[in-house]
């Protein structure tokens, strides 16, 4: 393996041959450290290019088990146009009881092809990267659905595994500051390791753990879904009464009935519509998608306003094409620091005709 100096944001060729880099999860974390306004408008300008059609998003193919009915691996191809020009796929696995053996719940990787030629020119570590796009997904939507009122100040995270501590490191770094941060998990270990990173990291903040959904749901301004729920676990829109903004990264936990009486906002409706999602359920019960009010891309371009008399739910599916651009833009920042790791040879059956006799190993 080598490192290559400062490769271009196009992958180089030396000699005609497509270099191939692989980046270890140390260089992505460190590439995106303090970079998180950046990056928030990495995911505001996908999402437009997205909703001006310069990309493509097939639906995500789902790998299940019938061994493991609570894990999957999903494919997540994608093409992103403009000047990102990248195309690829993040193929990203889930299995919820890796938590009890001590290993984050989710491992990925992400692989980045050249838009000219097809060939791979990257392989990324990607669970931060996964993190990462989901967390500058919801500040920028918090964010966005919040224009022109008072910020909420009372967070409530439900489910509080690895999401939910880069979404709070994606909202105080954008700005969001809080009275009272709520934490309900069904596990008490996740809920006091996550009071003590927030302890470590906003001392200032008064941290509550609730005993109950209910309570923390009630109490909170702003709510944050990332549970590995399967299938809806909160019912009653009583709960709801006060509106709050809720960030439903997790798209399971919400019944019907929640979901048909809030303004809804999604990232893609094609996809949120898909997998079960408690969206997905509401059309099944209701036979239509009237209850969709728009994307994040209408809510930024002001085709859709949020109003304060109803709960809004924000519904990210997670769309491929943030995996590649953030994926991108961290290739691009590791090549100008010129930090590539470069495996020698890696694409080797070059010479349509095979080498002739004269040439050596290298194809000269
Ligand atoms: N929409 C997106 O783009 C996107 C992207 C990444 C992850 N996610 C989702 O975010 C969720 C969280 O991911 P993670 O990596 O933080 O998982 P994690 O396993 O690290 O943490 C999940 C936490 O939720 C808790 N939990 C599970 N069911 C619960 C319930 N019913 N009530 C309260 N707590 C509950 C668990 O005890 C655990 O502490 C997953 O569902 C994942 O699929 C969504």
Redesign the pocket.
């Known amino acids: 393996m080598s490192t290559a100096a400062a490769l271009d944001a196009v992958p180089s060729a030396t000699d005609g041959v497509p270099a191939f880099a692989v980046i270890p999860g140390a260089q992505v974390a460190q590439a995106l450290e303090g970079r998180e306004r950046e990056i928030v408008d990495v995911v505001a300008r996908t999402y437009r290019m997205h909703g001006a059609g310069e990309t493509g998003n097939p639906p995500s193919y789902f790998l299940r088990f019938p061994d493991k009915p609570n894990s999957r691996i999903i494919a997540l191809p994608a093409s992103v146009g403009g000047d990102v020009g990248v195309d690829g796929i993040k193929w990203?696995s889930?299995f919820?009881d890796?938590?009890a053996a001590g290993l984050?719940?989710?491992s990925a990787v992400l692989i980045l092809n050249d838009h000219r030629t097809g060939y791979p020119f990257a392989c990324l570590e990607a669970?931060i990267i996964?993190?990462v796009?989901?967390s500058a997904?919801a500040a920028l939507a918090a964010d966005q659905l919040t224009k022109g009122r008072t910020r909420p100040r009372r967070v409530g995270f439900?489910?509080?595994?690895?999401?939910?501590?880069?979404l709070h490191t994606y909202l105080a770094a954008t700005g969001w500051t809080f009275d009272e941060v709520g934490v309900?998990?069904?596990?008490p270990?996740?809920?006091a390791?996550?009071r003590g990173y927030l302890e470590r990291h906003d001392a200032a903040t008064t941290v509550r753990i609730h005993e109950d959904?209910e309570s923390l749901v009630r109490s909170s301004d702003l709510l944050v879904?990332?549970?590995?729920?399967g299938e809806p676990?909160?019912h009653d829109p009583a709960w709801f009464a006060h509106h709050p903004l809720v960030l439903?990264?997790?798209?399971?936990?919400l019944s019907p009935e929640i979901v048909l009486g809030a303004t809804n906002v999604v990232?893609d409706v094609d996809h949120c519509l898909r997998a079960n999602t408690s969206l997905h359920l509401a059309e099944q019960q209701v036979g239509n998608r009237d209850f969709v009010h728009g994307t994040l891309d209408d809510v930024m371009a002001g085709r859709v306003s949020p109003v304060s008399d109803r709960t809004t739910v924000f519904?990210?599916?997670?769309?491929g094409i943030?995996d590649l651009a953030v994926g991108k833009a961290v290739y691009d920042e590791i090549g100008r620091a010129g930090g590539l790791q470069v495996i020698d040879g890696f694409f080797h059956e070059l010479q349509r005709y095979g080498q002739g006799p004269q040439q050596d190993s290298t194809g000269r």
Do not use: K
């Not at 439900?158 to 880069?166: D, P, T």
């Not at 879904?225 to 729920?229: D, E, G």
């Not at 439903?248 to 936990?253: A, E, I, K, T």
């Open positions: 990203v889930s919820p890796n938590v984050p719940r989710a669970s996964n993190a796009r989901t997904s439900f489910g509080v595994g690895l999401i939910a501590r880069y309900f998990d069904l596990n270990e996740s809920a390791g996550f959904a879904f990332a549970t590995v729920a676990h909160v439903h990264v997790s798209l399971r936990d990232d519904s990210p599916f997670g769309l943030l």
